[in-house]
T-cell receptor
Framework: DTGVSQNPRHKITKRGQNVTFRCDPI?????LYWYRQTLGQGPEFLTY????????KSRLLSDRFSAERPKGSFSTLEIQRTEQGDSAMYLC????????????FGPGTRLTVL | AQSVTQLGSHVSVSEGALVLLRCNYS??????LFWYVQYPNQGLQLLLK??????LVKGINGFEAEFKKSETSFHLTKPSAHMSDAAEYFC??????????FGQGTELSVKP
C-alpha cells in the first residue's frame, strides 16, 4: 500500500492557461474524490468517481473544470482558461466502498495562478 | 443535508496540557464522523473515525473523540499535548453517498 499520490505537487501558471493534475489512488480502492482547499478553509468537495463513472459533481465545478477516470484507476483534473480564483490546493482521496468508505488523502497539488 | 461547525479557529495550549477541539454536526441520517490532521503544505491524515460502533473512539497519536448524539457533538481530546501536535485539525461528516463535508478547521498551537 503506497498511499494516494498526486502530481505535480506544485504548479504555477499564468491566467488563461490550461493545467492538468493527476491522482493515483490506493490500488484496490474503487472510489476516487477531488476536493479543493483555499487558504484557511476546510476542503470542499468537487467530484467523485466510482470505478469509471463520475457519480456526483459539485456546483463549484464550473464548465472550465473537467475530471476523468478512464480506466477506473488514476484520475485527471483539468482546468481550462485558469483564473486567479482557481489558486488553491487540489486534494485527491480514495476509498473502498465495500468498507466504511474511509477516505485516504494524497499530499495535494498546490496551484498558483499569476 | 449535512454540516459541520468547529468552534474556535485557533486553540493554544501549553505542552502537557489537555487538548480539546470542538466539533458539532448536523446530519439527516446517522452520521459517519471523522477527524483529520493537516501539517503545513501536506494532505490530510486520518486521526480517527466514528461509524456507529463504540461512541468513544480512539485514534492515532493518543487522540480520542466521543460521539454524543444528544449534543450532536464529536469533540477531539488528548490528555497531554506535545509540540508535534501543532497542526490544523478538521472535523468532517460523511453524507454516506460519498462526499465528506468539512468544518472550517482549528489551528492548534502548542507552547513550550
Amino acid at each position: 500500500d503506497t498511499g494516494v499520490s498526486q502530481n505535480p505537487r506544485h504548479k504555477i501558471t499564468k491566467r488563461g492557461q490550461n493545467v492538468t493534475f493527476r491522482c493515483d489512488p490506493i490500488s484496490e480502492h474503487n472510489r476516487l474524490y477531488w476536493y479543493r482547499q483555499t487558504l484557511g478553509q476546510g476542503p470542499e468537495f468537487l467530484t467523485y468517481f466510482q470505478n469509471e463513472a463520475q457519480l456526483e459533481k459539485s456546483r463549484l465545478l464550473s464548465d472550465r473544470f473537467s475530471a476523468e477516470r478512464p480506466k477506473g484507476s488514476f484520475s485527471t483534473l483539468e482546468i481550462q482558461r485558469t483564473e486567479q480564483g482557481d489558486s488553491a490546493m487540489y486534494l485527491c482521496a480514495s476509498s473502498l466502498v465495500a468498507s466504511d468508505d474511509t477516505q485516504y488523502f494524497g499530499p495535494g497539488t498546490r496551484l498558483t495562478v499569476l | 443535508a449535512q454540516s459541520v461547525t468547529q468552534l474556535g479557529s485557533h486553540v493554544s495550549v501549553s505542552e502537557g496540557a489537555l487538548v480539546l477541539l470542538r466539533c458539532n454536526y448536523s446530519s439527516s441520517v446517522p452520521p459517519y464522523l471523522f477527524w483529520y490532521v493537516q501539517y503545513p503544505n501536506q494532505g490530510l491524515q486520518l486521526l480517527l473515525k466514528y461509524t456507529s460502533a463504540a461512541t468513544l473512539v480512539k485514534g492515532i497519536n493518543g487522540f480520542e473523540a466521543e460521539f454524543k448524539k444528544s449534543e450532536t457533538s464529536f469533540h477531539l481530546t488528548k490528555p497531554s499535548a506535545h509540540m508535534s501536535d501543532a497542526a490544523e485539525y478538521f472535523c468532517a461528516v460523511s453524507d454516506r453517498r460519498g462526499k465528506l463535508i468539512f468544518g472550517q478547521g482549528t489551528e492548534l498551537s502548542v507552547k513550550p
